[in-house]
């Protein structure tokens, strides 16, 4: 963080007393300048030309700053400018002018084309919902157009071309160094935002210096130590982790289940709007078919606790909502595992049961590895591929494996030949050296 100078704190603190700021919002008006001198430090803007001001301003909207902080570090650094003689254009009024009259003004701080990009960003958000985009697209889209429009300095949409793309996805491998995957989906964001939202083809993307993909290895454990993490664990991360192991799942599809995703005379557990928006089916472990009985049971009488309490239910989806309106007080629609919280829902006015939160499978899952002492950094998508890993070391065919992970790709399960032994039965010989009877 820039310190500010002393000299200028001085005079700064001064005219704080000169306005009659009192001695309680004097340390806030302090913080704000620092903060300012810092963003046109890191950002290489101006701290002496009041254009800075808007992006400052903008800058910390985006930090999710209040209405009333925002107008307290926009007067702030107006009396930074007046303490400087600087005018601020956007202002109609003379330099010097009193703290009176700048807390009747409006508050301006409006970045230019600021309109047009916010109707931008509303656009970005109708396409993806119109394609079934999940949320976590929507909100990768929605920053790296954020990242792009800052690089770009606020420029009027209509005005960007594929050199600004260029631009910016160099300045990510040879300025932030981001990984190769970053830039991928910076670039497949920005490709969205052309499409859809400004209604142009990319064309030709030539001259970009692209981030090196290195080869990555999925962490495998080993099924000791799969055992070891769940025997760990306390219910009902214990169960979510077998069936992320169980079943290959990413966290996500483990924690969207739902009662009727089910099918236990069939012992087949079925998966909708995966990754790419598939389902998919898979064969249930028969070793937990009495933990997953006793979760329905779990179930059950929390539903009915809900139901006696008149809780709305589960969180649906808008589709199934509209056209039946009583879905989510169907035992059949519950989640498998139910957040322990009820949510409360402004808009609506109820509370609603929502699935157990990711981020507490993930604190679980850490805290364990650690009290563990593995040597592996495991996460919860480390047991999807050692799920894969184990299938492939027990003989089952590649493809099998591709089907049951809901890869689109088959490129993308070869990944896990990497991760166990080769168990070629032959010493490997020149073609020059094996007898022809051996090739019939």
């Known amino acids: 963080m820039k310190i500010i100078p002393q000299v200028l704190l001085k005079q700064f603190d001064a005219l704080l007393c000169n306005k009659n700021i009192s001695q309680e919002r004097q340390p806030y008006y302090r913080k704000w300048l620092r903060y300012y001198l810092d963003f046109c430090h890191k950002y290489n803007h101006p701290a002496k030309v009041s254009d800075s001001l808007p992006l400052f301003i903008n800058k910390i909207r985006a930090k999710n700053q209040t209405i009333q902080q925002q107008k307290q570090a926009y007067n702030a650094?107006?009396?930074?400018?007046?303490?400087?003689?600087?005018?601020?254009?956007?202002?109609?009024?003379?330099?010097?002018m009193s703290m009176v009259l700048e807390k009747k003004a409006s508050f301006h701080a409006k970045l230019p084309n600021e309109d047009q990009w916010h109707e931008v960003y509303k656009k970005l958000g109708a396409e993806i919902k119109i394609r079934h985009y999940s949320p976590k697209t929507h909100k990768a889209y929605s920053i790296w157009t954020r990242k792009f429009q800052h690089f770009m300095k606020n420029k009027a949409p209509d005005l960007l071309t594929v050199e600004d793309v260029k631009a910016f996805l160099t300045s990510l491998a040879v300025e932030s160094k981001v990984s190769a995957s970053?830039?991928?989906?910076a670039f497949n964001a920005l490709l969205f935002f052309f499409r859809h939202c400004l209604g142009r083809e990319f064309?030709?993307?030539?001259?970009?210096v692209r981030a090196k993909r290195k080869p990555y290895i999925p962490v495998v454990l080993s099924r000791q130590e799969v055992d070891l993490i769940i025997g760990k664990l306390r219910y009902?991360?214990?169960?979510?982790?077998?069936?992320?192991?169980?079943?290959?799942?990413?966290?996500?599809?483990?924690?969207?289940?739902?009662?009727?995703?089910?099918?236990?005379?069939?012992?087949?557990?079925?998966?909708?709007?995966?990754?790419g928006k598939k389902d998919r089916t898979l064969p249930l472990p028969e070793v937990i078919l009495p933990e997953i009985h006793r979760q329905f049971d779990a179930v059950r009488l929390l539903h009915r606790q809900d139901l006696d309490q008149g809780i709305a239910g589960a969180f649906m989806f808008d589709s199934i909502e509209k056209k039946y309106k009583n879905a989510g007080r169907e035992f059949h629609w519950q989640w498998f595992f139910p957040a322990?919280?009820?949510?409360?829902?402004?808009d609506a006015g109820e509370y609603r049961r929502a699935h157990l939160h990711d981020r507490h499978v993930q604190k679980?899952?850490?805290?364990v590895v650690q009290r563990a002492q593995l040597t592996k950094r495991a996460t919860a998508h480390t047991f999807r591929h050692s799920f894969a890993s184990h299938l492939l070391q027990a003989n089952y065919d590649i493809r099998t494996i591709q089907e049951l992970l809901g890869h689109s790709d088959i490129r993308t399960t070869m990944i896990y030949t990497h991760t166990v032994k080769s168990r070629t039965i032959k010493k490997?010989?020149?073609?020059?050296?094996?007898?022809?009877?051996?090739?019939?």
């Not at 650094?77 to 010097?96: K, Q, S, T």
């Not at 077998?242 to 009662?259: Q, S, V, W």
Request: aromatic share 8%; charged share 20%.
């Open 77 to 96: 650094i107006l009396l930074y400018y007046e303490l400087l003689d600087i005018h601020p254009h956007w202002l109609n009024a003379p330099p010097g």
């Open 182 to 185: 970053s830039q991928n989906q």
């Open 203 to 208: 064309g030709k993307v030539d001259g970009v």
């Open 236 to 275: 009902p991360y214990d169960l979510v982790v077998k069936f992320l192991y169980g079943c290959g799942l990413r966290l996500g599809e483990c924690m969207n289940i739902r009662i009727n995703n089910f099918n236990l005379d069939a012992g087949v557990l079925t998966i909708h709007d995966g990754k």
């Open 340 to 346: 322990k919280d009820l949510t409360w829902v402004p």
């Open 364 to 367: 679980a899952i850490k805290s």
């Open 428 to 440: 490997t010989k020149s073609p020059l050296d094996i007898d022809p009877s051996e090739m019939k």
